[in-house]
């Protein structure tokens, strides 16, 4: 059974960093390309970062997040984290985690449960 847990969330000043990390089970990470994705209130889910596999040499990003956000993953953890530095209001989202197809979409269909980051003064 695939499964994705996002922790690291929370409210932080516009400026402040934050890391999030997504621990996968039930399949093993080091054959996926793996990706961040949030979700605003009022829109949809979008891809906010992707890593390849299996050692994450390429890395791809939103352009709200190139400069700002670093991907990375550790496949003896089957985890993968986000580091944003420079957070704005409008980083404020559910972020998740998922697996990367090269058709755009994820290889499964389940999503965890978010966590969820606040920028805000």
């Known amino acids: 059974q695939v499964q994705f847990v996002e922790s690291g969330g929370g409210k932080v000043q516009p400026g402040g960093s934050l890391q999030v990390s997504c621990v996968a089970s039930g399949f093993t990470i080091s054959r996926y390309q793996m990706s961040w994705h949030r979700q605003a209130p009022g829109k949809e889910r979008e891809l906010v970062a992707r890593?390849?596999?299996?050692?994450?040499?390429?890395?791809n990003y939103a352009d709200s997040a190139k400069g700002r956000f670093t991907i990375s993953r550790d496949n003896a953890k089957n985890t993968i984290y986000l580091q944003m530095n420079s957070l704005k209001p409008e980083d404020t989202a559910t972020y998740y985690c998922?697996?990367?197809?090269?058709?755009?979409?994820?290889?499964?269909?389940?999503w965890g449960q978010g966590t969820q980051v606040t920028v805000s003064s």
């Open positions: 890593i390849s596999a299996p050692g994450g040499i390429t890395t």
């Open positions: 998922n697996t990367y197809t090269n058709m755009g979409r994820p290889a499964f269909a389940s």
